[in-house]
C-alpha cells in the first residue's frame, strides 16, 4: 500500500491538485479524496456550492487522517465556469498542475489492472510531457445505474460497473501557469496562452459515475451547476449534452431505468481497487504527516 505523503516540486508547490464544485454529496467525497490521493493527487480543492449535508463533518474526518483537503463557500448556483476560472487563478502559486473533475469522476487507466498497490506515480507519469503542454486531455467514459436502485453502499466503483460504449466528453489536467489571463473554459478545459498547447493522453481515462441508482440522479433536477442547461424541467436547449438522453424535462423515473446506459460491462477499476483495499476502501487507508498549511480551512470568496 502507498504511503501517500504529499509529494512538492522544487518550486514548493504541490504537483497535481483537483478541484471540485459539490452540493448535498459529501456521501461521495471520501472515496473520491481517498482514491484520488492513493494514485497521485496531492491537495484537494471543494467549492461548496450551498451545501446543506454533513460536508464539514467529512472534510474533518478527511483531515484527521492527513488528506490536504480545503473547503470554499461558493454560493452562486449555475457559475461552474467562473469557479473554475477563480480556482485556476487563486491557486497557480499553489499547485503546478491542476485537475477539474466532479466527485462522481475518477481518473483511471486500464492499464494499472496488473499493479499490487496504487502509487502516486500512476498520476504523476502524466505531467512528464514537454514544456510547452499546457493540458493533457482524458477521454470520459458514462457509467450507467447497473442494476442498483440505492446508493450502494460499499461505493460507486464497486457499485457501477457498466456503461455506455462511446466515450464523448473530455476532462483536462491543466498546467496553471499556461491558463490564459482571460481565465477562459469550457466547463474542464481551459484557452492556453500563445507557446502552449493541449495533448490527448489516451492511457488514462475519466470513469465517470454519471447515471447512477435514480434516487441519487433525480437529486440533479433541483439544481443544475452547469450553464448549459438552465433548468430541466425547461423545454429550452433539448439536444444539450447535459441533459440525459431520452429522460425528459419530468423528475420522473422511467420505465427500466436501472438497466438503462448498459453497453459495455467495465470491472476493472472495481476489480483493481477491490484488489488493493477490499470492499469499502474509502475507510482503510491509514494516517499520513501533512506538510505546510493546514487542511480543512474554510474561507469565503
Known amino acids: 500500500m502507498s504511503s501517500h505523503v504529499t509529494e ?162 473530455r476532462k483536462s489536467l491543466v498546467r496553471l501557469g499556461a491558463v490564459d489571463r482571460s481565465l477562459t473554459n469550457s466547463v474542464h478545459y481551459f484557452l492556453l496562452q500563445p507557446g502552449f498547447r493541449s495533448k490527448w493522453n489516451t492511457r488514462v481515462r475519466v470513469n465517470h459515475y454519471k447515471y447512477q441508482a435514480w434516487d441519487e440522479f433525480k437529486v440533479k433536477f433541483r439544481r443544475r451547476a452547469s450553464t448549459y442547461t438552465v433548468d430541466w424541467t425547461n423545454k429550452k436547449n433539448p439536444r444539450s449534452n447535459d441533459r440525459t438522453p431520452g429522460l425528459g424535462f419530468e423528475a420522473v423515473e422511467p420505465a427500466g431505468w436501472p438497466h438503462r446506459f448498459c453497453e459495455v460491462n467495465d470491472t476493472l477499476l472495481r476489480d483493481v481497487t477491490r484488489r488493493w483495499y477490499g470492499l469499502g476502501f474509502g475507510n482503510k487507508l491509514g494516517r499520513r504527516r501533512i506538510i505546510g498549511t493546514t487542511p480543512g480551512s474554510s474561507y469565503n470568496v
Open 8 to 169: 512538492s516540486t522544487p518550486s514548493g508547490k504541490r504537483l497535481i491538485c483537483a478541484c471540485t464544485m459539490v452540493r448535498d454529496v459529501a456521501k461521495f467525497l471520501r472515496e473520491w479524496v481517498v482514491y484520488h490521493a492513493a494514485v497521485g493527487v496531492d491537495r484537494f480543492y471543494v467549492y461548496d456550492n450551498g451545501s446543506e449535508d454533513d460536508l464539514v463533518d467529512q472534510v474533518r474526518h478527511l483531515t484527521s487522517d492527513g488528506f490536504e483537503v480545503f473547503t470554499m463557500s461558493w454560493p452562486w448556483p449555475k457559475t461552474l465556469e467562473a469557479a473554475l476560472s477563480y480556482s485556476a487563478a487563486v491557486h497557480r502559486d499553489s499547485c503546478e498542475w491542476m485537475v477539474f473533475i466532479d466527485v462522481d469522476e475518477f481518473l483511471f487507466s486500464p492499464h494499472w489492472v496488473h499493479s499490487e498497490n496504487p502509487t502516486k506515480s500512476m498520476l504523476h507519469s502524466i505531467t512528464t510531457v514537454g514544456e510547452d503542454i499546457g493540458q493533457v486531455s482524458m477521454w470520459c467514459a458514462d457509467f450507467g445505474p447497473s442494476g442498483q436502485t440505492a446508493h450502494p453502499k460499499e461505493g460507486v466503483i464497486q457499485g457501477y460497473t457498466c456503461r455506455r460504449q462511446i466515450m464523448e466528453r
